[in-house]
């Protein structure tokens, strides 16, 4: 155990304790203390039946929105909350009844007892506020208010009131932070003795172990730092960063062992026993995470426990949507004769952007690295998108930074599999996927699933040769494909020549001239093209900034581009841009009021302070006032209801997808 001062926070210190998985522990007195405590539960629920050996626990995405008018008019999915959340869901699911027969959770447990049902995934609209109910089902226990206002705020502290939580599990990426700190401050009133467990973008930006575990590194704008130097009152108990799928099942494992057998609140005291007890005793399973448990007093010391498991295979884990309604509706998906938007799953076979962008907090720089689907890649993907079909999705779209991370053999293979099961008769198919088309409507949703990718101006047009990108967006289209999303951050070469994604730069071939013809051959399939713009990057100017909207409506009027997203460049805690432009110890994610007015609403993520110094408040209002000009309806504008769905494409992984954003690689 190593006893030192917060690394990066600089700005006061706190005392931190790093516990390693193989530091000692009583093995012996913490099984037979499992033991004992199981045989107690066992007797107290024969002498009492109607007693449940089940604790409630509520799972929040913490919005980033604050009112209507910059309102994302259609979310996507919380995959970031759902897939945290799939390892611990699916265990306690299957650990749900006799007391006995329970394997991981074989003590008290979270109220994780039923997936929805079939008939219940059906019903469901998308609206992200659950009807809690009594004996809800997984996807109940999520609340996902999509907007902080008033009216949120309102129906948490009913939810709380009615729920009595003992855990609270909240997901935040940056601009969402205030908002979840001021949810775990209601949470505090409301249910004091409530566990309340931080996680998501944010988390995984600011906070981690250095290498080797002997050290914690904190920036200044994480959670840690701020409670530590008074900002913000301590709301937060815990904290899971990194790969967290494997550490929220081992820490609500931990919680649950640390509840006290009569009123069924958590002994905070015991949550780090039992969490030793618990790695010591299975060991750490795959991936990279790290676990911080708060101080539980004044001059108290934090404790954190760094989990470097071996490499994870994303194939291996349950699916995210396997606890959770499908609630997305995206109309760059529509209907043939309806001409409805339909219900779409959100799908990422890889974690990370392999380009390594100064501004974006997708690079596999930023995190820990690139996972992929890995052991039968193309197999595990085409039984998870029918296991989605089987859900209710009438189109997928992959939220990886790049489609199959770029690699056109994947991409190959994948669509000819896909293009292959979709026309297949359902009886001669492999048994993994009969097991999820039960039904005429379940084929008939197969045969016309449609969805869409991301993919790279540079990927189309100069990683590989022009019939190369040909073939593969003729495969892409068989399969079903209909939808192709690129970033093209900017059209003035004085931009994109610091920009890594630009990688093979020619004097005869500005960057302008490989975006058209990029557009051109997506077209040239019949597909639908999505695009987002950055301002804000090195270099930019008003010049630069009027180059960028002058070219991009030219693309727009010649019809290469149907959707177009402007986005302001803004700083995330984690990306080499924040520190660069002298933003790391600048960043204020903490406050719980901020001046969220005109013309920031009009952007994701935008906020006074926080975004790009390059441009004044008169170039961001220049922005919005052009871009509705010269793009026109193809601006996917959330500020009026004229396509502002426009992709609900390109949205950060595990987040909500709205408009494509600076966090793109």
Same mark, same amino acid.
């Given at each position: 155990?190593?006893?030192?001062?917060?690394?990066e926070?600089?700005?006061?210190?706190?005392?931190?304790?790093?516990?390693?998985?193989?530091?000692?522990?009583?093995?012996?007195?913490?099984?037979?203390r499992?033991?004992?405590?199981?045989?107690?539960?066992?007797?107290?629920?024969?002498?009492?039946?109607?007693?449940?050996?089940?604790?409630?626990?509520?799972?929040?995405?913490a919005?980033?929105?604050?009112?209507?008018?910059?309102?994302?008019?259609?979310?996507?999915?919380?995959?970031?909350?759902?897939a945290?959340?799939?390892?611990?869901?699916?265990?306690?699911?299957?650990?749900?009844?006799?007391?006995e027969?329970?394997?991981?959770?074989?003590?008290?447990?979270?109220?994780?007892?039923?997936?929805?049902?079939?008939?219940?995934? &059906?019903?469901?609209?998308?609206?992200? @506020?659950?009807?809690? *109910?009594?004996?809800?089902?997984?996807d109940?226990?999520? /609340?996902?208010?999509? @907007?902080?206002?008033?009216?949120?705020?309102?129906?948490?502290?009913?939810?709380?009131?009615?729920?009595?939580?003992?855990?609270?599990?909240?997901?935040?990426?940056?601009?969402?932070?205030?908002?979840?700190?001021?949810?775990? &401050?209601?949470?505090?009133?409301?249910?004091?003795?409530?566990?309340?467990?931080? #996680?998501?973008?944010?988390?995984?930006?600011t906070?981690?172990?250095?290498?080797?575990?002997?050290?914690?590194?904190?920036?200044?704008?994480?959670?840690?730092?701020?409670?530590? $130097?008074?900002?913000?009152?301590?709301?937060?108990?815990?904290?899971?960063?990194?790969?967290?799928?494997?550490?929220?099942?081992?820490?609500?494992?931990?919680?649950?062992?640390?509840?006290?057998?009569?009123?069924?609140?958590?002994?905070?005291?015991?949550?780090?026993?039992?969490?030793?007890?618990?790695?010591?005793?299975?060991?750490?399973?795959?991936?990279?995470?790290?676990?911080?448990?708060?101080?539980?007093?004044?001059?108290?010391?934090?404790?954190?426990?760094?989990?470097?498991?071996?490499?994870?295979?994303?194939?291996?884990?349950?699916?995210?949507?396997?606890? /959770?309604?499908?609630?997305?509706?995206?109309?760059?998906?529509?209907?043939?004769?309806?001409?409805?938007?339909?219900?779409?799953?959100?799908?990422?076979?890889?974690?990370?952007?392999?380009?390594?962008?100064?501004?974006?907090?997708e690079?596999?720089?930023?995190?820990?690295?690139?996972?992929?689907?890995?052991?039968?890649?193309?197999?595990?993907?085409?039984?998870?998108?029918? $296991?989605?079909?089987?859900?209710g999705?009438?189109?997928?779209?992959?939220?990886?930074?790049? /489609?199959?991370?770029?690699?056109?053999?994947?991409?190959? $293979?994948?669509?000819?599999?896909?293009?292959?099961?979709?026309?297949?008769?359902?009886?001669?198919?492999?048994?993994?996927?009969?097991?999820?088309? @039960?039904?005429?409507?379940?084929?008939?949703?197969?045969? =016309?699933?449609?969805? #869409?990718?991301?993919?790279?101006?540079?990927?189309?047009?100069?990683?590989?040769?022009?019939?190369?990108?040909?073939?593969?967006?003729?495969?892409?289209?068989?399969?079903?494909?209909?939808?192709?999303?690129?970033?093209?951050?900017?059209?003035?070469?004085?931009?994109m020549?610091?920009?890594h994604?630009?990688?093979?730069?020619?004097?005869?071939?500005?960057?302008?001239?490989?975006?058209?013809?990029?557009t051109?051959?997506?077209?040239?399939?019949?597909?639908?093209?999505?695009?987002?713009?950055?301002?804000?990057?090195?270099?930019?100017?008003?010049?630069?900034?009027d180059?960028?909207?002058?070219?991009?409506?030219?693309?727009?009027?010649?019809?290469?581009?149907?959707?177009?997203?402007?986005?302001?460049?803004?700083?995330?805690?984690?990306?080499?841009?924040?520190?660069?432009? *002298?933003?790391?110890?600048?960043?204020?994610?903490?406050?719980?009021?901020?001046? =969220?007015?005109?013309?920031?609403?009009? /952007?994701?993520?935008?906020?006074? *302070?926080?975004?790009?110094?390059?441009?004044?408040?008169?170039?961001?209002?220049?922005?919005?006032? $052009?871009?509705?000009?010269?793009?026109?309806?193809?601006?996917?504008?959330?500020?009026?209801?004229?396509?502002?769905?426009? *992709?609900?494409?390109?949205?950060?992984?595990?987040?909500?997808?709205?408009?494509? #954003?600076?966090?793109?690689?």
């Amino acid at each position: 155990m190593v006893t030192h001062v917060i690394e990066e926070a600089e700005s006061g210190s706190d005392r931190t304790v790093m516990h390693g998985v193989g530091d000692p522990v009583d093995a012996e007195s913490f099984l037979e203390r499992c033991r004992r405590r199981r045989a107690r539960l066992a007797d107290d629920l024969g002498a009492a039946p109607n007693r449940t050996r089940y604790f409630p626990v509520l799972a929040v995405l913490a919005p980033v929105m604050t009112q209507a008018e910059g309102e994302i008019t259609y979310p996507g999915d919380p995959m970031a909350l759902y897939a945290a959340l799939s390892v611990a869901v699916h265990r306690a699911v299957h650990d749900a009844g006799p007391l006995e027969d329970a394997t991981h959770y074989n003590d008290l447990a979270p109220e994780w007892t039923a997936f929805p049902s079939k008939a219940y995934r &059906a019903s469901v609209g998308h609206d992200g @506020v659950r009807p809690y *109910g009594a004996a809800p089902n997984t996807d109940q226990m999520v /609340f996902d208010p999509r @907007v902080w206002d008033e009216a949120a705020r309102d129906a948490w502290i009913r939810l709380l009131r009615e729920v009595r939580p003992r855990v609270v599990l909240i997901s935040a990426v940056s601009p969402a932070h205030r908002y979840a700190l001021e949810i775990a &401050a209601l949470v505090r009133r409301e249910v004091p003795g409530a566990y309340v467990v931080l #996680g998501g973008r944010h988390a995984d930006e600011t906070l981690a172990a250095a290498p080797g575990g002997s050290r914690l590194l904190v920036k200044p704008s994480g959670t840690p730092a701020v409670i530590q $130097e008074g900002k913000v009152p301590p709301v937060i108990d815990a904290i899971v960063a990194g790969e967290a799928y494997h550490a929220v099942d081992v820490l609500m494992r931990a919680l649950a062992l640390a509840m006290d057998l009569g009123d069924r609140w958590i002994d905070r005291a015991r949550v780090l026993p039992c969490l030793q007890g618990l790695l010591h005793q299975e060991g750490v399973k795959p991936g990279k995470a790290l676990v911080f448990l708060s101080p539980q007093g004044a001059g108290e010391p934090s404790h954190a426990v760094p989990l470097d498991g071996p490499a994870l295979d994303l194939a291996s884990l349950p699916s995210p949507y396997e606890a /959770f309604a499908i609630r997305s509706y995206f109309p760059i998906f529509e209907g043939p004769e309806s001409g409805d938007p339909l219900r779409t799953a959100h799908f990422m076979v890889s974690s990370a952007c392999p380009y390594r962008c100064n501004f974006c907090s997708e690079s596999a720089r930023v995190g820990h690295g690139l996972r992929r689907f890995r052991d039968d890649a193309i197999g595990k993907a085409i039984e998870r998108i029918c $296991e989605y079909v089987s859900y209710g999705a009438e189109a997928v779209f992959f939220d990886d930074s790049v /489609f199959w991370s770029g690699r056109y053999k994947d991409m190959t $293979e994948f669509c000819r599999e896909l293009g292959r099961i979709k026309e297949a008769d359902p009886a001669t198919l492999d048994p993994r996927l009969r097991a999820h088309l @039960v039904g005429e409507e379940d084929t008939e949703r197969l045969r =016309n699933l449609q969805w #869409g990718a991301q993919l790279t101006v540079d990927t189309l047009v100069a990683l590989h040769s022009a019939e190369e990108s040909d073939d593969v967006l003729r495969l892409m289209r068989n399969a079903g494909c209909s939808y192709v999303y690129i970033g093209i951050e900017s059209m003035s070469s004085q931009v994109m020549d610091g920009i890594h994604k630009n990688l093979r730069r020619e004097v005869d071939r500005p960057w302008a001239a490989k975006v058209r013809d990029a557009t051109e051959l997506v077209k040239k399939h019949g597909l639908r093209v999505g695009t987002s713009v950055l301002f804000g990057l090195d270099g930019e100017t008003r010049s630069s900034i009027d180059e960028t909207i002058h070219e991009v409506g030219r693309l727009i009027d010649d019809g290469l581009i149907d959707l177009a997203s402007p986005n302001i460049l803004t700083y995330h805690p984690a990306t080499p841009v924040t520190r660069q432009h *002298g933003m790391h110890e600048r960043l204020d994610y903490h406050s719980p009021r901020v001046d =969220n007015r005109k013309p920031y609403i009009y /952007f994701e993520e935008a906020f006074p *302070g926080v975004v790009s110094v390059l441009l004044t408040e008169d170039d961001i209002w220049h922005i919005h006032n $052009e871009t509705r000009i010269h793009w026109g309806r193809a601006r996917n504008d959330t500020s009026v209801d004229t396509g502002a769905a426009a *992709g609900a494409a390109g949205a950060a992984p595990g987040e909500h997808a709205g408009v494509p #954003g600076d966090v793109h690689g």
